[in-house]
Structure formats: structure tokens, C-alpha cells
């Protein structure tokens, strides 16, 4: 597998996820930073610099139902925790549109989850 940037220890890759995660060996990896579609391409806008602007990022962004949605994030999720070393380290990122059934996921699989960070934007609009 060719990585899309490497610096270092530091490895990128970039493609699709599942596809991605078979190839890489079990417990090889120190740490993963996954951002998964956030769902939030639904037809809306939002104001963006002073303008409305769409929300729609893609067909890969848009929700496919609570059921489906979740099953897409559960499997990814087991993929890499099959890579990840034993002491190993996944971070996720994500708004209140999906990071719940991240968290979800996680704690049916029996992750032991550290930390909850949070990006207060006092400007968002």
C-alpha cells in the first residue's frame, strides 16, 4: 500500500476506509484519526462568511437513516480496532449529527473510552 503523504514514522492514506483497513496488518497500528461523514448533506444551508450557501458535500455525506448509518460507523469502528495495536489510540472526529452513534458503537464493541474533546465555536455563524 502507497501512502498519500509519509513523513517519517508518519503515514497517510488516503481511499475508502473499509477498503483501506483490510489491507493493513492486525496490530500494527499506533494510532488512527478517523473523520466520517458527518451527515449533514440533508437539502439545507447555512450562512458561510455573510451568505447562504448549501450543505450538501456529496452523496457519501448524506444520512441513509439511523439504522444504516450506524452500521456503516460500527463497522468501520471494528476494522480499526482489528489494526490498532493493544495500547493503540483511535480519535474520531464529528458533530452531534453522527459523533453519537460513534460513541454508541464504540461501547457496544467494549472500547475504553478516554476522553471527550470539545470545539467550542463562539462564531460559528
Not at 52 to 65: A, E, H, L, Q, R
Not at 95 to 114: D, E, M, N, P, R
Amino acid at each position: 500500500m502507497t501512502p498519500y503523504f509519509q513523513a517519517k514514522s508518519v503515514k497517510l492514506f488516503l481511499g475508502d476506509s473499509l477498503e483501506l483497513l483490510k489491507k493493513i496488518p492486525k496490530e500494527s497500528v499506533d494510532m488512527i484519526f478517523a473523520d466520517p461523514p458527518y451527515n449533514l448533506s440533508n437539502g439545507g444551508f447555512t450562512c458561510h462568511n455573510g451568505k447562504m450557501v448549501s450543505v450538501n458535500k456529496g452523496k457519501w455525506d448524506k444520512s441513509k437513516g439511523i439504522k444504516e448509518d450506524f452500521k456503516f460507523h460500527n463497522s468501520w469502528i471494528k476494522a480499526c480496532k482489528k489494526v490498532l495495536k493493544p495500547n493503540g489510540s483511535l480519535w474520531i472526529s464529528g458533530t452531534y449529527h453522527s459523533i453519537y452513534l460513534c460513541g454508541f458503537a464504540l461501547q457496544k464493541q467494549g472500547w475504553h473510552i478516554v476522553n471527550d474533546i470539545s470545539w467550542l465555536k463562539s462564531n460559528a455563524a
